[in-house]
Nanobody, 115 residues
Framework: QVQLVESGGGLVQAGGSLRLSCAAS????????MGWYRQAPGKQRELVAR???????NYVDSVKGRFTIGRDNAKNTVILQMNSLKPEDTAVYYC?????????WGQGTQVTVSS
């Protein structure tokens, strides 16, 4: 059974940094596409960053140059390094993956950026 557990969220001032982690079980992060999504109050969930099995990454335009997605294969963990945070980055951040037609989500971790 696939499980994703996020950690690392918190409260930070604008301009600060946070590092989110997604510990995966039941799936290999090195062999599957892994994504980070976020959902702010009153808004739709949006894809923030994704890393593919071959290592290719993509990002939503609003975080390019500030966020970096990566993997720690030894720990079977996906990382989202977030720098130069802005108040508009405030949201619940979710880790996501899929196997075939089945999507899996973590429980989410709250990120709050104060101005």
């Amino acid at each position: 059974q696939v499980q994703l557990v996020e950690s690392g969220g918190g409260l930070v001032q604008a301009g600060g940094s946070l590092r989110l982690s997604c510990a995966a079980s039941g799936i290999s992060v090195s062999r599957n596409a892994m994504g980070w999504y976020r959902q702010a109050p009153g808004k739709q969930r949006e894809l923030v960053a994704r890393i593919f099995s071959i290592g290719t990454t993509n990002y939503v335009d609003s975080v390019k140059g500030r966020f970096t997605i990566g993997r720690d294969n030894a720990k079977n963990t996906v990382i989202l390094q977030m720098n130069s945070l802005k108040p508009e980055d405030t949201a619940v951040y979710y880790c996501q993956t899929s196997l075939g037609a089945t999507y899996y989500w973590g429980q989410g971790t709250q990120v709050t950026v104060s101005s």
